[in-house]
């Protein structure tokens, strides 16, 4: 998790410049890496509490239509009223949403192109739980491609086909190229490399007849920028972290 320090002070002003889409029935928001999206035992503060703040001109409290791990940043979708929750629960079960990662691993493929094809499998022991690899679970595709490389690290794209718990970080590991500040299937973090993996793309249909089709891109978060510029990311001034 990153340190305190590093997490954005998410005033109702700070939170409502982080969206990045809005309409009528949906917002997408850049999420900041640190921020769980959920309350729990070791949650300080959680993203549902802020989320009064996103209300603007509608009668209700957005709602999460899903979920980031505390530590990904990037592009997060909020229903606006509860039949747009339900459409876009719809969305999500199916096939209908376009996601695009960027990871930063270490090592990295040879080839430039390929898919990760790993059913995943939750585990519970003593000490907690993680996700595994196991022909038994259930299935887990990652598609990959190679954006840059540079001294040791590649930049990766990443979209998963299925929306397993931890799915891009095992199906990374296990391909032998863990994502940089993984802190439980890579080599660990630190404060200053945290999880290099964010939400970079989200693509939504049509919610209903006459809506609008959306689509969100968030910046990378700062500690992201210097192993992606070292991997030939070269970023422009409108991608300016929040």
């Not at 940089?180 to 939400?199: E, I, N």
């Given at each position: 998790?990153l340190?305190?320090?590093?997490?954005?002070?998410?005033?109702?002003?700070?939170?409502?410049?982080?969206?990045?889409?809005?309409?009528?029935?949906?917002?997408?928001?850049d999420?900041p890496?640190?921020?769980?999206?959920?309350?729990?035992?070791?949650?300080?503060?959680?993203?549902?509490?802020?989320l009064?703040?996103?209300?603007?001109?509608?009668?209700?409290?957005?709602?999460?239509?899903?979920?980031l791990d505390?530590?990904?940043?990037?592009?997060?979708?909020?229903?606006?009223h509860?039949?747009?929750?339900?459409?876009?629960?719809?969305?999500?079960?199916?096939?209908?949403?376009?996601?695009?990662?960027?990871?930063?691993?270490?090592?990295?493929?040879?080839?430039?192109?390929?898919?990760?094809?790993?059913?995943?499998k939750?585990?519970?022991?003593?000490?907690g739980?993680?996700?595994?690899?196991?022909?038994?679970?259930?299935p887990?595709?990652?598609?990959?491609?190679?954006?840059?490389?540079?001294?040791?690290?590649?930049?990766?794209?990443l979209k998963?086909?299925?929306?397993r718990?931890?799915?891009?970080?095992?199906?990374?590991?296990?391909?032998?190229w863990?994502?940089?500040?993984?802190?439980?299937?890579?080599?660990?973090?630190?404060?200053?490399?945290?999880?290099?993996?964010?939400?970079?793309?989200?693509?939504?249909?049509?919610?209903g007849?006459?809506?609008?089709a959306?689509?969100a891109?968030?910046?990378?978060?700062?500690?992201?920028r210097?192993?992606l510029?070292a991997?030939?990311c070269a970023?422009?001034?409108?991608?300016?972290?929040?």
């Amino acid at each position: 998790m990153l340190h305190p320090s590093m997490i954005p002070i998410l005033t109702p002003e700070a939170l409502q410049a982080r969206v990045l889409y809005r309409d009528a029935d949906i917002l997408i928001i850049d999420k900041p890496a640190g921020l769980a999206v959920h309350a729990g035992p070791k949650t300080t503060i959680d993203l549902e509490a802020l989320l009064p703040a996103l209300r603007f001109d509608g009668r209700e409290v957005p709602r999460l239509a899903h979920r980031l791990d505390t530590d990904t940043s990037g592009c997060l979708v909020l229903a606006r009223h509860g039949k747009a929750l339900t459409r876009l629960g719809r969305a999500f079960s199916g096939h209908g949403v376009d996601k695009t990662y960027w990871a930063v691993v270490e090592g990295g493929p040879a080839a430039d192109l390929g898919r990760i094809d790993l059913p995943l499998k939750k585990r519970n022991d003593k000490s907690g739980w993680r996700i595994v690899a196991d022909a038994k679970g259930q299935p887990a595709v990652t598609d990959f491609r190679v954006l840059g490389r540079g001294d040791g690290y590649v930049w990766l794209a990443l979209k998963p086909a299925t929306g397993r718990t931890h799915q891009l970080r095992v199906h990374m590991a296990e391909a032998g190229w863990p994502i940089v500040g993984d802190p439980f299937y890579g080599s660990g973090r630190t404060a200053a490399r945290p999880l290099h993996l964010m939400a970079r793309h989200i693509g939504l249909p049509p919610l209903g007849q006459n809506r609008p089709a959306a689509s969100a891109e968030a910046p990378p978060p700062d500690h992201m920028r210097a192993l992606l510029a070292a991997c030939g990311c070269a970023l422009s001034g409108s991608e300016t972290a929040r």
